[in-house]
């Protein structure tokens, strides 16, 4: 069975006003029924590459004829990626203990059904019903202690190094992705986004934007909240309706 399309997508990345390089990148693969963000390490060099990487490798992926199978293979494919940027590409690019890494995150759907996958940060998001949630957990220091600490009063509160990353591609030799498989109803609507882009909105803003009918005007009116503020960080979003 071919992938069913999407009645719409469409995506956008900026490099935002303070980074003098964009090391985001973005599929939108209506035609695979595959859409992806990924976002190159911060303060490690060459965290362009290893999120281009990640999207060519994965936009090249062949058909497969269902959702399942083609979840299969976008995880074999960041797999071998994790084990190319953790030993070839460091040491051809002469960073012996150096990182070349990436988040990554990936939306498939195929009629009736959707699968998440991803590593690091960034993020998938759910609307349905005007309402906004959140389908993928951060991989961060800050959503670990979130998740293992008793929260007193002010625990919940952002501490030093919570931006820490705990998983991504190419950070450690062993790859641990996360995978949500969902149903999919008419009228959802997703946003696949890097912390550049949701740090620089609300989550009003968020639910606004997907509210709109349109995913490029979704995708353009978010850029045009977080480019009215800082933007200290790279920007990207992928929006797709169904």
Request: proline share 3%; glycine share 10%; net charge neutral.
């Amino acid at each position: 069975m071919a992938p069913s399309r999407a009645s719409g997508s469409a995506g956008r990345t900026d490099p935002g006003k303070v980074r003098p390089r964009n090391e985001d990148a973005f599929l939108d693969g209506a035609a695979q029924g595959l859409w992806v963000v990924a976002d190159g390490l911060g303060g490690h060099q060459s965290g362009d590459i290893a999120s281009r990487l990640i999207v060519n490798q994965l936009a090249a992926l062949k058909p497969e004829p269902d959702v399942e199978l083609r979840s299969e293979a976008v995880r074999r494919c960041l797999h071998w990626l994790n084990r190319r940027l953790t030993e070839e590409l460091t040491l051809a690019c002469d960073r012996r203990g150096g990182v070349i890494g990436s988040t990554v995150v990936a939306l498939l759907v195929e009629e009736g059904k959707g699968i998440c996958i991803w590593a690091g940060d960034s993020r998938c998001y759910l609307w349905r019903d005007h309402a906004l949630y959140q389908l993928s957990k951060d991989h961060s220091l800050r959503q670990q202690r979130l998740s293992t600490q008793a929260q007193a009063p002010g625990s919940g509160d952002r501490q030093s190094g919570d931006h820490a990353l705990t998983r991504a591609v190419g950070a450690q030799s062993r790859l641990t992705l996360e995978v949500l498989t969902f149903e999919v109803r008419p009228g959802d609507v997703f946003l696949l986004c890097s912390d550049g882009l949701y740090q620089s909105v609300d989550n009003r803003q968020l639910s606004a934007a997907l509210a709109l009918g349109s995913a490029r005007r979704a995708v353009d009116w978010l850029f045009d909240c977080a480019l009215a503020g800082t933007a200290m960080d790279n920007l990207t979003a992928v929006v797709v309706r169904r």
